[in-house]
């Protein structure tokens, strides 16, 4: 049979004690806990006089811990945090996960997916970051990153490739029938003579031309400049010009006809999106089932 335990202060007591040894001021104290100043001071006083001890050198202006004060608030600080450690036990919070992907990434093809994660992971929280800098996965707390180019991506890294980059060159039907006047050569009625094209922060138009499109590389041409892919997708979608994308970005508004291929073929390069994470986790077995969900969908 366990002993009783020794008789304990009260715990409201213990706790105007411990806000107001951080704040050193009874007024503070009271607004962190919802009462008045005065009902701060009288717990603390009744503190001190069961215990037989001052815990509190009182100022003008402030507050000074005794030394006393000093050595019981630190042991006291460390039973609240059992009593959480305790409470947090009986209630786990949600799993949390953060996920770094480019504005392009996450708008085009991460959110249409996001609904089927959830229902597999229904215990997982996801926290989406949309960024094109590269992130910070200790500073940032992020577990894990999808990042365009080609490895490696810094030390420390592990790198799995999950889209090789395939760019096709799209626009409206409307567009694409202006396209293919100009290419024969037959003015146009309702707008400038030439090819307008979308650009952004990294498409490649010269090597697409080339490789892809040689006979329309002669044609005239104009450009628009967007800094992120999604503003030169909608822009295209919007029968701005034509925009050259990666090709998993528009496959519902290919599939769909509101946006069709213009200009020669897909091109295929040396790059591609890949899931960069830490080699040392903190969360290794949730990361590395977003990964396995994450290359199921590209599949």
């Given at each position: 049979m366990n002993a009783p335990l020794d008789p304990l202060p009260s715990l409201n007591a213990l706790r105007a004690f411990e806000v107001a040894s951080r704040h050193l001021n009874f007024r503070l104290a009271g607004l962190e806990l919802g009462v008045t100043q005065g009902a701060v001071a009288q717990q603390i006083r009744a503190l001190e006089a069961e215990l037989g001890l001052k815990l509190f050198e009182r100022h003008p202006r402030t507050l000074v811990l005794t030394q006393n004060g000093q050595r019981y608030v630190a042991n006291v600080r460390r039973a609240f945090d059992l009593l959480a450690d305790a409470t947090r036990s009986l209630r786990p919070e949600p799993l949390r996960l953060t996920v770094s992907v480019t504005p392009t990434f996450a708008s085009k093809w991460l959110m249409p997916r996001l609904a089927d994660y959830t229902r597999v992971h229904p215990n997982v929280d996801l926290r989406i970051l949309a960024t094109e800098r590269l992130s910070?996965?200790?500073t940032e707390a992020v577990d894990l990153a999808v990042r365009y180019g080609r490895p490696s991506f810094g030390p420390g890294l592990q790198a799995d490739l999950l889209l090789e980059e395939c760019l096709v060159a799209v626009g409206t039907p409307a567009v694409q029938e202006r396209v293919q006047r100009l290419a024969r050569g037959k003015p146009l009625a309702d707008g400038p003579d030439a090819l307008v094209l979308?650009?952004?922060?990294?498409?490649?138009?010269?090597?697409?031309?080339e490789h892809s499109a040689p006979a329309m590389a002669a044609l005239p041409s104009k450009a628009i400049w967007f800094n992120q892919?999604?503003?030169a997708i909608d822009a295209a979608l919007t029968g701005q010009g034509v925009a050259l994308v990666q090709k998993d970005f528009v496959a519902p508004d290919l599939a769909a006809g509101r946006l069709v291929p213009v200009l020669g073929e897909a091109l295929r390069t040396d790059a591609g999106y890949y899931l960069v994470f830490p080699r040392k986790?903190?969360?290794?077995?949730?990361?590395?089932?977003?990964?396995?969900?994450?290359?199921a969908q590209a599949r």
């Open positions: 910070h996965f200790h979308l650009h952004d922060s990294q498409s490649s138009w010269a090597q697409y031309l892919t999604t503003l986790q903190r969360q290794p077995q949730a990361v590395a089932e977003l990964r396995q969900w994450l290359a």
